[in-house]
């Protein structure tokens, strides 16, 4: 029996579209000779959808499309679609009033609803908020053979895997205890670094334990600030990887389940990126094709200082979208050195991409006359060096609403994480495209970049073949500076960056405390400063534009900080520290005053 | 046995700081002869903590603290602290690390532990995300009265008054079951307009159902966006209400049980603010003033711009903070009408505060110059709009990075709902005063202000006698512009206010369909557009400042919209719109193609 996996690319709302998406799957299936076709999770409304499932007329129309495509899919094909359906006994017996459901289509008609069992309540997810969890594991059976079904979550609770339960069931383990066949999970799982190399094996010792063939389908695309890899899988019962779709693409992949055998054949194995960096660089040239193409946008525009940052975001905007919808500006100060502007241009070159220079000197001057009454007993500092990159961020802003382009911000995670950045400044933009890459890592793909630029294929980039270095060499070599006064170098305000990145990665990953990231061997003065500059700035991120995620922990929907805070773990932290000063009562009969 | 409330007003993560409170409020009962003291849900770290959670260190600092408080309280005295703690069982049964939990300490130590049962995850609420649900409901003996605790939600699941069922467990009904005296219930619930009324009836059908006496502690101040009422009350088992503590501002409210008859005693009751303006005007000024103080900051600036909006947060700033802690800088444009700068200096004037005027005109010039030649061929518009109220935001951040002020920005609720605002513009500011608050709320609350300014005390606003409208009349009476072009006033761009505002409370805050809001009396293009506005404006506010919450469903931390997404609503839509056509299979051989 062939079954297929339609890797699917949604948009999110877009139920029409995506329900068309499916139907188009179907037909290919079919042409294929599948009995089965696979969906993602939520397929028809894209996932996440979030607020949108408040709205009742929002689930009303995937209920009715649904019914519309059951009539509409090719005969003796039988779907998975990924819906969510109401929650009948919400009102009754309390619950939320919806499930987070997949629904079985054959012969005109829904056959069977499966309910996600396990929601994730973690870092993005939000699952609770809307969705009841389903009760119990259930199977179909398909021309004599069962197949167990599970929803994205519902296989991520092997305590031998994880070495501790995550949830007090385990859907797996129930599914396994039936005569089942086969074992079918529809995702909606989001990419980060080194990720799917542990789906695999989550997958693998799951297929070992229970004996059981398991296929994996998972969505792709990029939906906001989340990219969906794909990699949809296929683990035969002795854990033997039998099939891999594409990484970053949509695809259909189809796969013989052999009934005698009850086992799953080899197939496809499509090869996945052969390295962090080319794995990194794939998810954020989708994440940025995807947030212009379902925003509506059909350029792009940002600022190009003659840095790394802005050098990476103008190689990844031009391989998602063409160098024709790319247009680099740049905004040369008086700060400014010559070769800020000659290595920004030398890049555009290499990408050929558009430029326009507007130098800033002139509105520099407006300001400081504006301001020249009110600041006349200051001196220059933050609010002078802020005014330069407002100056360069209402430019590009005004570029972006004359032309209608979509601005990109180019700020990485290291500036996000401790705020050497501009708010309303460089900050601004409808997407940052490397807010989730960590200063080390910008260096490491561009380097990557300029090691493979002319052996492997780079999305729309159409580089000269005379190019040997994507990025030019200057920009790779020379401090990073923001180049906001003369002769300022990033490392006069931040620690290295190789000492910085680890810092947060223990602090703002790992959830570290103070005290044991100096035990790893930082300096605990370093350490102090690092997160304070940490705490100090969550107000910058809290307007931050949506970053594509790549790591386990981003500064994003799932990073959820108080900003009127007053926690600040610090290195030399002892209970001592917090002992209390018993009061004498203040007064014995007022209530304590707002103070 | 004479009980007391604590209603305390903590800064989120200060544990120390929350502590202190809680022990002097612990000695201010002693001397009022109580023999408990209840404070508000996870007192010790104030409520919501959020990701802070995440960190081993602040939970563990809480249970640190928690050890020595019990150490320093009064002999003689019972005290319930609210704190996180940790599930013993998860990592062998499941669930989430953490109990939101209130501990029973006495003698020195920690009696009894009791854990939050029903976990919002709902429009704000992510206490899943945290937080494992506690088994049961249960209670402690004190002076051989028995005390049933539950915290916040685990009392909004009366079927009977809700008409349905929130969560499968009802605590409450529980607790009744037991031999019980008396409920407590130590609560973080935050401020909407019309709550308390909502709370009270609520308290007041529990406590005649199960014939039990409920004492309610809230928290009070605001976190972030949220704001929290206080409003502490106890029912008698007749359901009578026995007493109110203050509204938005701190108490410590004590109360007689009488273990005769099983219930408490008539206690004070104070009477709540006497009009929805008067409550949401309290609401914001504490929430502005909380801000301000738990950020660190003295001053404020903003600017005025003449019109109601700013007028409106100027006067809030004032009462929160003080008349020589507010700014208020005018920025006149060539476009700006004469009685702008007339009416925002008269406004300072009666406010007392001080005000800086720096006109944007040269700005303005600098700019068209800047993009003579890139806009050259195009026509003044939106761009040239935006770039002055860029130009503004950057001259008011200028102010506040130069002297340390906090920003407050001063766009409403119908604004940010549509979209009228500019991102980087108006909407920069590290609190959005009003954000929450619709437009015609906004004229409602000036007009009582001016109705009531000599005879209500409205905070720290000192007004001089003769003053006899606080909200000058021409800024009440001229139709609402963003003077950006000459003779613009908002009705050009957006149906008339109470149309718009009741469109959008229909479809924001009720989640009704285009077509019933269409059958609540609405016209369909009117309906239509401003919906495809909501839908379109969501980028910006996405980028927006905290805004203080004072709706059931305000844009922030309980609006979770995609941005990349194409669900849009529409009054005509029907099943039939949503027909799929029936595809060709595109190719026989290919997988979808990434588009």
Known sequence: MKISIAQLNPTIGDIAGNAQQILQAAHQAVEQGSRLLLTPELSLSGYPPRDLLMQPA?????????????????????????????????????????????????????????????????????????????????YFTLDGVRIGVTICEDLWNDAAFWGKRNYAVDPLAELAAQPIDLIVNLSGSPYSVNKQALREAMLQQATQTYGQPILYANQVGGNDDLIFDGNSVGFDRRGQLVCRAKSFETDLMTVEFDPEQRDLQPGLVVEPPDSTEAEIWQALVLGVRDYVRKCGFSKVVLGLSGGIDSALVAAIATAAIGRDRVLGVLMPSPYSSDHSVRDALALAENLGIQTQTLPIGGLMQAY?????????????????ENIQSRIRGTLLMGISNKFGHLLLSTGNKSEMAVGYCTLYGDMNGGLAAIADVPKTRVYSICRWLNAHCQVQSLGLIELDPAVTELIPAPILIKPPSAELKPGQVDQDSLPP?????????????????????????????????????????????????????ITDRAFGTGWRMPIACRWLPATDRTASSTLLSIPRPVSSSAAPAVT
């Open 58 to 138: 929002f689930v009303a129309e995937m209920q009715d499309t649904l019914q519309h495509l059951a009539q509409a899919f090719p005969a003796g094909l039988a779907v998975l679609v990924g819906a969510a359906v109401g929650n009948d006994q919400s009102l009754q017996q309390g619950g939320k009033p919806l499930f987070n459901s997949t629904a079985l289509v054959q012969d005109g008609q829904v056959q069977q609803w499966f309910h996600k069992r396990l929601l994730p309540t973690y870092d993005v997810f939000d699952d609770h908020r809307y969705f009841e969890p389903g009760s119990e594991s259930r």
């Open 368 to 384: 400081d006359q504006t301001f020249a009454d009110l600041f006349a007993d200051t001196e220059f500092g933050l609010a002078e």
């Open 497 to 549: 960056y190789d000492i910085l990145d680890d810092v947060l990665c223990q602090f703002v990953t790992q959830h570290r405390a103070p005290a044991e990231i100096v035990a790893a061997g930082h300096d605990p003065a370093t350490v102090d400063r690092v997160i304070k500059l940490v705490t100090q700035s969550e107000f910058k991120r809290k307007q931050a534009p949506p970053g594509l995620k």
